[in-house]
C-alpha cells in the first residue's frame, strides 16, 4: 500500500504537470496568434496611412481622412497595449509563471486563462480589486 501511494502520487503529480504543460502551450501558441493579428493590423494601419498621403486628395476629403485617422490612432494605440500585455504574458511563460496571480501568488486557473489569457489576477484578487473604492 505504501508503495500503491508512493508510486502512484508520482503518476498523478506527473499527469497534472504533462496536463499543465499542454494547457500552457495552447495558451502560447493563442498568445502568439493574436500578437500576430496585432501586428498585422498595426502593418496594415501603416500601409493605409502612407496611401493617403500620397494620393491628392481635395479639402473635404482630407478632413474625413483627418477624423479617421484619429480613430485608426486611438485603436492603434489600444493594440499597442494589448500587443505590451501579450509580451508580458509570454515572458512569464518563458520564466514558468504563467497562471500565477500576481497579487497573492495563487493560481489563476484555467478557466479565468482561457476566457482572459492575459489575466494576471486571480478572481479573488480582482474582485478585491473591483471593491475598493476609486481614487479620482
Known sequence: MFLLALFGGGANKVKKEGMKKMFVDQMRLRLLEDKMRILSKIEEFKKLHLQHHESGQDE????????NTNLAIELQE???LALMRIERALEKIEKNI???CE????DIGSKRLMAQPLARLCIN???DLEERPQLH
Not at 60 to 67: G, R
Not at 103 to 106: I, K, L, Q, W
Open 60 to 67: 473635404a476629403e482630407m478632413t474625413s481622412h483627418d477624423v
Open 78 to 80: 489600444r493594440n499597442r
Open 125 to 127: 484578487c480582482m474582485k
Open 98 to 100: 504563467y497562471g500565477v
Open 103 to 106: 497579487s497573492c501568488g495563487a
